[in-house]
């Protein structure tokens, strides 16, 4: 048996939270040597179990089986239950090995360092990376083959026996982003041991240059405004390339319905912007840290419906008070949202926001739907339009029949303080309150129209300041 070199057969992407735990797990390998290995004799072990690799004698298909692995290929050590049909199912090509236990190891999980060792007990190599945050049916991949960076797979399902989706063969990458203030910083690292002279170029609405001097294993951040900007930005330095959703504006991306209080629980989220956004660049995130990566493309002016019996670790929406916010993989904000019940969307109605470019984060931006069920993958039914919103007070429809709809928007350009909504009919006398809260400047109630024909008038108190406002029942 060729003896394997520590650091040149290397672990290269890792799934250690697929959607089928029972047989979804594989742990793929790259021959950096330039000799051909083989792998008959070694053992893989989490730390708590060790398991003979072994070949497999029906390998699936469009695929082979074999101890030995020639230079620069890869070899791939598979779950053995997932040959017996499993609810994950990868595209596989090339060599396959499995273990001679039910799973790798004591079955993989997020946080397990794993080890290839020989009979004798030398360890030959280890990955000992895991990376936090991995969504369900996405694996771990190493960004190059002469580096030990790792991060998550670009593609669900990974990459098994393929150059991995985040592979950059270069000494120079953009190893993360961050925002502070209006300021998009950018951190370059060198994976070398050796000076690099390089060029990073942002790709936004110009394409802007920053000349980049690194000595070996260092980083630098580059600041670059907000202002030059746009929703997606291209990072090009050496021959590495990505491209990221900046949250430059808002809105861009928003959360824009809520079911919280019926199964299926869903977020509807609405892009504002002119560019069909790739929704799988994004995460939606709890109160409690739990996120999901969003799926799917969504069009310039379209409602996507993300629902929880779609996803594995779609967060459990609380029904008394949550938070929710709409992230990228770096933790940028795009939207965030919190509610309690008391804003709306009990039972059969959901919540609704009244309009897309109020803030999400605001009590009166939201309210319960006209509609049992919601208006999932629609405008609201709530909505108002952006011209409404700037009026201090609008009725629609101005002349309703009896016992018919009436949305009622109010602006009191006070802050938030204490509002209170009464109705009145002609001769004064007062038919109802129609809402009474405080912490809100602005808002939409909805309520039926008086069974009498007639005029009314609606009264609006805030702040020690008085509105009116009017409709005739026809």
């Known amino acids: 048996m060729l003896w394997i070199i520590w650091g040149q057969f290397i672990f290269n992407e890792v799934m250690n939270h697929p959607h089928y735990e029972s047989c979804g797990e594989f742990i793929e390998f790259y021959n950096n040597t330039q000799d051909t290995v083989n792998l008959e004799g070694i053992f893989l072990s989490d730390g708590e179990d060790v398991d003979s690799i072994v070949e497999v004698q029906e390998p699936p298909s469009g695929t082979f089986s074999s101890y030995s692995v020639p230079p620069q290929q890869f070899v791939l050590i598979l779950d053995p239950d997932y040959m017996n049909g499993c609810g994950d199912s990868y595209a ?89 203030g209006d300021t998009l910083f950018i951190l370059v690292k060198n994976l070398n041991s050796t000076p690099v002279y390089e060029t990073l170029m942002v790709f936004a609405s110009d394409t802007l240059l920053y000349p980049v001097s690194l000595d070996g294993g260092d980083s630098a951040a580059i600041g670059v405004p907000l202002s030059f900007l746009a929703l997606i930005v291209g990072f090009s330095i050496g021959d590495f390339f990505m491209q990221e ?181 002609d001769a004064g006398r007062l038919v109802r309150e129609l809402f009474d809260g405080r912490g809100v400047e602005r808002g939409v109630v909805s309520f039926r129209a008086p069974e009498r024909k007639g005029l009314y008038i609606i009264l609006v108190v805030s702040g020690g300041k008085s509105m009116k406002g009017w409709f005739r029942v026809r």
């Open 92 to 180: 596989l090509t090339g060599n396959i090995l499995s273990v001679d236990d039910a799973s790798p190891g004591n079955g993989l999980s997020l946080t397990d360092s794993i080890f290839l060792i020989t009979a004798s007990g030398d360890t030959v190599s280890r990955f000992l990376h895991p990376v936090s945050g991995v969504p369900s049916g996405y694996s771990i991949e190493r960004i190059n083959y002469s580096s030990d960076v790792w991060g998550i797979s670009n593609v669900e399902g990974g990459t098994p026996n393929r150059i991995n989706s985040i592979f950059a063969s270069g000494a120079v990458v953009v190893d993360s982003l961050y925002l502070t």
């Open 245 to 425: 959703y900046i949250p430059f504006r808002y809105p861009s991306l928003v959360i824009n319905e809520i079911e919280y209080d019926e199964s299926p629980e869903w977020v509807e989220i609405f892009n504002s912007g002119g560019i069909s956004v790739d929704m799988g660049a994004f995460y939606l995130m709890d109160m409690s840290g739990n996120r999901v990566r969003l799926s799917g493309n969504l069009n310039p002016r379209e409602y996507g419906v993300f629902r929880d019996d779609e996803y594995d670790d779609f967060p459990s929406l609380n029904n008394n008070y949550e938070s929710l916010l709409l992230v990228n993989r770096w933790n940028m904000v795009f939207d965030t949202v919190y509610y309690t019940s008391s804003y709306g969307g009990e039972g059969p109605h959901t919540l609704e926001k009244i309009n897309p470019s109020l803030a999400g984060w605001e009590r009166s931006s939201w309210g319960t739907s006209r509609v049992v069920g919601g208006t999932p993958g629609y405008e609201n039914s709530i909505h108002v339009s952006t011209g409404a919103l700037s009026r201090r007070l609008n009725v629609e429809p101005p002349y309703p029949h009896p016992g018919q709809d009436v949305l009622l928007t109010f602006n009191t350009g006070e802050g938030s303080g204490h509002v209170k909504i009464l109705l009145f009919d």
